[in-house]
């Protein structure tokens, strides 16, 4: 008896022993993560009155003569350069590589858009070749040689090459440039040219523009090495001989390494599109980015992703709204429409028709208070994107919790109120996908709570992985990691592809090309954005601003509509 009472004794102060050092390591990681945040925060942002991380309410005397305080309302955006306008600004620039020697012609400042890498290649020769010995020069210039030969051969397919927005036509107030990630930008790029019908296209590697290389490039890095990353820190346990948070220090480390590469790699390419890089003749310049004339791949299209990319134009701020601005209403009508052109008979025509009518009562019924679902993670500011990203490694109220408080904050700060309601049949496309973005996000977090005290009594079966570290392995953290795989590569993704994209049918500019139109004919283009904006203006003046008012019924009410406490 007395034996089983010690074992019984010694069994639960192991167990809060463990629970405690656990709980001590807790701790530990709450106080690594808070410092390591704040001077992550420090170096992003120096003079922290440069950046406003929560914007507080301003108090104020309040007017006699009004009732309510005026709602804050965000600043207008600037004017960005349009298309040609960025052009004829390099072209006044000075190149950054040397022109070659045996330039013949007239020739043009451009950017890493039309600088080809076998331009870019001879320049840089030619930078180096004063340096060579004059024994070893001959020799040198025939591996050039060899070398445009060999890039020459080496066919690409234009599907594996994401297209910058910058380089289509759109500009740095356009959805596409805002909203992309690398395979975002990949699918966006590949549905235009699907709907021209070049997915067949073999473009030779000195024909690939500058800009491009570096686009293939970070879409390989992305795929290659940071998502294993981010998906193997996110699985990988405590180490149990230790008590640093090794753990914790990987997730830190493996959430800034995607998001310092992120800004390295969007800075980098906005440096290159908006300088000269080198001096090309007109010639060189048509080559950047021209597909073989020889060569062509066999690209079996399936027929509803022809159809779909048929209807797509890139998004373009002034004159095609994009899909994801539209209403979840307009959709529903649109895709019924869809289906009476294919109904086989004019029975399934009024069956569809009368389906239609019945949803969009539905929908019309039912209200929610919109500017309750947090903004969407891609409308963050620089230092809220920053806090969320770390946040994902704090014990408890780590993701999900801080992402939904960070995005109610974003609403508040662009004034929105958060007691007006909408009908889901006005609910926008980006509204609606949010809402499933954190219904998602906040499933897995509760699925991650039920395995914190597992983790915390030490009862998480870690599987270690052999190696110079041995890496231990949670498979609780691994199962939700999988899980959440459709939610960062599927939705986000498909999110962002909307956001970039328009149906041709809502272009004003009658072309059907959206933000492309920029690029192929910048006089319509502007001629376009010049009337829509006039239109929004006449359409702004025009508009009555609504006041609330309460209805009462009148004597000539008949009864079947009056209130049911009227009509007793």
């Known amino acids: 008896m007395v034996t089983f009472v010690l074992k019984v004794g010694i069994g639960s102060h192991v167990k809060k022993s463990i629970a405690g050092a656990r709980l001590q390591r807790r701790l530990l990681e709450a106080v690594t993560i808070v410092v390591t945040a704040a001077f992550m925060a420090n170096a992003a942002i120096p003079d922290s009155r440069a950046a406003e991380l929560f914007t507080a309410a301003v108090s104020a005397p309040t007017p006699v003569a009004k009732d309510k305080a005026a709602k804050p309302t965000p600043a207008a955006e600037k004017p960005a350069p349009s298309y040609q306008e960025r052009q004829d600004s390099i072209a006044k620039q000075k190149p950054l590589l040397a022109t070659p020697k045996d330039h013949t012609g007239q020739t043009q400042c451009v950017s890493a858009e039309f600088a080809s890498l076998a331009v870019v290649y001879d320049s840089i020769f030619e930078s180096l070749a004063p340096t060579l010995p004059a024994a070893v020069l001959p020799q040198a210039r025939a591996i050039r040689n060899q070398t445009q030969r060999d890039m020459q051969a080496i066919m690409v397919s234009t599907l594996l090459i994401p297209e910058h ?134 690209i079996d299209v399936p027929a509803i992703v022809r159809a779909t990319a048929d209807q797509l134009a890139l998004a373009d701020a002034q004159t095609c709204t994009p899909i994801g601005d539209l209403s979840l209403g307009r959709i529903v009508s649109r895709t019924a429409q869809f289906a009476r052109d294919n109904a086989s008979s004019a029975a399934d025509k009024r069956t569809i028709t009368a389906q239609e009518k019945d ?86 977090y509760f699925a991650s709570l039920l ?42 993704t498909y999110h962002h592809v909307v956001r970039s994209m328009c149906l041709r049918e809502d272009d004003t500019s ?56 009227a009509q007793r």
């Open 165 to 298: 927005p910058l380089t289509l036509g759109a500009d740095r107030n356009d959805p596409a440039y805002k909203y992309r990630t690398p395979l975002s930008e990949l699918v966006v790029s590949n549905l235009l040219k699907v709907r021209d019908g070049r997915e067949g296209e073999a473009v030779p590697v000195a024909n690939l523009s500058l800009i491009q290389a570096v686009e293939i490039s970070y879409l390989f890095i992305f795929v290659g090495i940071l998502a294993p990353l981010g998906f193997g820190v996110k699985s990988v346990g405590e180490f149990p001989d230790t008590d640093v948070p090794i753990d914790t220090l990987l997730r830190i480390f493996g959430a800034a390494s995607t998001q310092i590469t992120h800004v390295l790699a969007k800075a980098t390419t906005d440096a290159l599109l908006d300088s000269c890089v080198a001096e090309v003749t007109a010639e060189q310049k048509e080559l950047a980015g021209k597909p073989s004339e020889k060569v062509r791949f066999r």
């Open 510 to 565: 009658g072309t059907g090309l959206g933000a492309e139109l920029n690029k192929s004919d910048p006089e319509a283009a502007a001629a376009a954005q010049k009337a829509a904006t006039a239109k929004a203006k006449s359409k702004a003046k025009s508009t009555p601003k609504r006041k609330p008012t309460t209805r009462k019924p009148s004597a000539a009410t008949s009864p079947s509509t009056q209130p049911r406490s």
């Open 451 to 492: 395995t914190e005290p597992i983790s915390l009594l030490g009862l998480d079966p870690l599987i270690p992985i052999p190696g110079p570290e041995n890496l231990p392995i949670s498979p609780s953290r691994l199962i939700i990691e999988t899980a959440r795989l459709p939610l960062t590569y599927g939705l986000i």
């Open 359 to 444: 949803i969009l009562r539905s929908m019309r019924s039912v209200r929610i208070h919109h500017h309750l679902i947090p903004a969407d993670p891609a409308d963050f500011t620089t230092p809220e994107s920053l806090i969320s990203g770390i946040g994902t490694a704090v014990p408890i109220i780590g993701g999900a919790p801080i992402d939904i408080l960070l995005g109610l904050n974003h609403n508040r700060g662009t004034g929105a109120d958060f007691a007006e309601t909408v009908s889901i049949a006005d609910l926008t496309v980006t509204k609606s996908l949010t809402a499933a973005y954190y219904s998602w996000h906040l499933s897995l």
